[in-house]
């Protein structure tokens, strides 16, 4: 389980400086990128050595969505609606169920 948060806190970060990179125009967050990236497939790639893939993949997938949506909104002020914090809630609950 410890290599799949590592694979999540690799995703975000990957995320937020694809963000940052302006279009890979900017050189320090498109590398970054680049390198959490890498480093998230690492990590998700060992956990599957100890989860199943689809437990893996479920949680992987969904919180990595629900946890750029939440850096989206408070980190680049980007549109903060009911409909998305109640499909965030459906994606955890969805994961829960899985």
Same mark, same amino acid.
């Given at each position: 389980m !410890?290599?799949?948060? &590592?694979? $999540?806190? @690799?995703?975000? /970060?990957?995320?937020i400086?694809?963000?940052?990179s302006?279009?890979?125009?900017r050189?320090?967050?498109?590398?970054a990128?680049? !390198?959490f990236i890498? &480093?998230? $497939?690492y @990590?998700?790639t /060992?956990?599957?050595?100890?989860?199943?893939?689809?437990?893996?993949?479920?949680?992987?997938?969904?919180v990595?969505?629900?946890?750029?949506?939440?850096?989206?909104?408070?980190? @680049?002020?980007e549109?903060a609606?009911?409909?998305?914090?109640?499909?965030?809630?459906?994606?955890?609950?969805g994961v829960?169920?899985l």
């Amino acid at each position: 389980m !410890g290599y799949l948060i &590592l694979s $999540l806190l @690799f995703a975000t /970060l990957g995320n937020i400086c694809v963000k940052l990179s302006s279009g890979f125009r900017r050189f320090l967050p498109s590398t970054a990128s680049f !390198g959490f990236i890498g &480093l998230c $497939l690492y @990590f998700l790639t /060992l956990s599957v050595e100890t989860l199943e893939i689809w437990i893996a993949y479920a949680v992987w997938s969904g919180v990595s969505i629900a946890a750029t949506t939440l850096f989206g909104i408070f980190l @680049f002020n980007e549109e903060a609606s009911r409909k998305k914090f109640i499909s965030i809630g459906l994606i955890i609950i969805g994961v829960i169920i899985l």
